[in-house]
């Protein structure tokens, strides 16, 4: 090769197949980890839908016949009823069918669920993750790979990949509506319009509160694309409003009766009405609580405290606005708006969390819309980007390896058991054997996961590797102090520390921002 060192072909061939080999890696990977964990099936989310699915199976929505497995259910008209949207129920219909009719359903609900969501909850975090990845990179050239990564293994993504609840296949769809309508540099067709609507129409068959991506995104079509263009997603999504109100009409005699009212358990108010637990306010939810707020984003299993990388989201926001505001000002909409409605959901026994959950479940549903310009924050700091990827990564990964569905006041348990070796089951598992053995096909491509995202961080970092380094460091240590504090607050009630604490992290925080600015100032030019 002329001015330099003879390339061999095939060195040459694994320099070009390299990122596409990559990619290929990370795609089995995620198969891996979304598959592989075999949760328990507790008598809340996951036992409802799987009532309700069997419940079709026998031709009819009343649960009479299986309501004992489940305590989230509904009690209408002398019949008892799932509380959930009917969409997973029906899109694991045929594959419950087939397993029924050939004989190959489990007894155990633990590994019927687990062959269920393999069809439907799996394929649908795979493609969330493809889409948020290939618009990442839309967004920030090279950092589409690290962005899929930081979303299905460092948030809340990675147990709900796993766990049979209906956010991630909302969120899918969802995310699926605004990678279709998101460009404003060209004409919306007809058909795209036509599409958007209905797949963002259909959220709302598997999660009722995703009704506010729908109204969002129709927001966003008609100013950026116009009134015909609105009219048409209207259109698209008329048909998914037509099958949930029919629905209804078939299961409870009425199109305005939805399955979260009346949930158990019921109770009479001053006047004498008897009201389920979701009947008071709009489908219980209220005005927001600051406290409620600060739960859900500071306790011990808030979302910045185990997914830090979304607070590198939202700074990603704020860049995305100076080069795409109406889409920056979109994301933002969402996540704000989904903080308040969560905080507003307190009237519920259940809590802001929605009962025992790794975290702020209802928040699942933007986690793609906060993710997705993260490739501008991580760029601008990749030593930052670094830190809190291990830190998110691998909470993620002791959430969803020992025990998912814990309430609050019990985080310390995901300690005790890693201690112990105590795991949930995977395909690898014996009988009821769990251990470090059988964990080792969801560790293994999860560290693997881990180490591509790192790779692709500390490339960016090689510029300016002193910054980098001090801009990991202190974000670790921001992230330490934060997870301490959270601590202090919620389990010790120690609030003057718990203070200190937070205060410390934000000056170390504002640190990192410093060096990453300084950073940019004296790298070369691209």
């Not at 949760?39 to 309700?52: D, E, R």
């Not at 069809?119 to 690290?146: D, K, M, N």
């Not at 997705?372 to 691998?394: E, H």
Request: a positive charge; glycine letters at 8%; aromatic letters at 10%.
């Amino acid at each position: 090769m002329p001015g330099g060192r003879d390339v061999h072909p095939l060195e040459h061939a694994i320099r070009i197949l390299r990122p596409g080999l990559l990619s290929v890696v990370v795609a089995v990977c995620f198969v891996l980890v979304f598959a592989v964990p075999v949760h328990i099936a507790p008598c809340g989310t996951q036992t409802s839908h799987y009532a309700l699915v069997r419940s079709l199976a026998d031709g009819t929505a009343s649960i009479d016949r299986y309501e004992s497995i489940t305590c989230d259910k509904a009690l209408f008209g002398g019949h008892y009823y799932s509380v959930k949207a009917p969409g997973l129920a029906v899109a694991s219909l045929p594959a419950y069918l087939l397993l029924d009719h050939t004989g190959l359903r489990p007894e155990d609900m633990r590994w019927a669920i687990w062959l269920l969501s393999l069809t439907t909850l799996v394929p649908a975090a795979l493609l969330l993750v493809y889409l948020v990845g290939r618009t990442a990179e839309s967004i920030a050239p090279g950092w589409g790979r690290f962005t899929a990564i930081a979303l299905g293994a460092g948030t809340l993504i990675l147990p709900f990949g796993s766990l049979w609840f209906a956010h991630v296949p909302a969120a899918a769809l969802a995310f699926a509506a605004f990678v279709v309508v998101r460009r404003t540099d060209e004409r919306l067709s007809s058909a795209r319009a036509l599409a958007a609507g209905l797949l963002a129409g259909s959220t709302v068959l598997f999660e009722y509160p995703l009704a506010l991506v729908a109204a969002a995104l129709l927001l966003y079509v008609g100013i950026c694309h116009g009134l015909r263009a609105g009219l048409r997603f209207v259109a698209g999504s008329a048909l998914p409003a037509a099958c949930l109100l029919a629905y209804n009409q078939w299961a409870f005699g009425s199109f305005r009766h939805f399955s979260y009212q009346y949930a158990l358990p019921l109770r009479t108010t001053s006047s004498g009405e008897v009201v389920g637990e979701n009947d008071v306010g709009f489908f219980g939810i209220t005005w927001p609580s600051a406290d409620a707020l600060a739960e859900i984003l500071f306790t011990p299993r808030g979302l910045v405290t185990l997914s830090p990388i979304c607070v590198l989201g939202a700074a990603g926001i704020v860049l995305l606005y100076r080069r795409a505001r109406r889409q920056a000002v979109l994301l933002g909409g969402l996540v704000a708006t989904f903080l308040v409605y969560n905080a507003g959901y307190t009237l519920n026994t259940a809590g802001p969390f929605g009962g025992d959950t790794p975290g702020p479940r209802f928040l699942i549903a933007i986690l793609p819309f906060l993710l997705v310009p993260l490739g501008l924050a991580a760029r601008a700091a990749p030593g930052v980007s670094a830190a809190l990827l291990v830190a998110s990564v691998s909470a993620m990964a002791l959430v969803t390896a020992t025990s998912p569905l814990l309430g609050g006041g019990e985080e310390e348990r995901w300690m005790r058991e890693l201690r112990s070796g105590t795991f949930v089951k995977t395909f690898a598992s014996g009988g009821e054997s769990s251990g470090w053995l059988t964990i080792l096909p969801f560790a293994v491509p999860l560290a693997i996961l881990l180490a591509i995202g790192l790779r692709d961080a500390l490339q960016a970092a090689r510029a300016r590797p002193a910054y980098a380094a001090f801009g990991a460091a202190t974000a670790a240590i921001a992230w330490l102090l934060v997870l301490e504090a959270s601590k202090l607050v919620y389990r010790d009630d120690n609030r003057p520390a718990a203070l200190i604490a937070y205060v410390l992290a934000a000056v170390v925080a504002t640190a990192a921002l410093v060096a990453a600015r300084e950073a940019r100032l004296h790298s070369p030019p691209p």
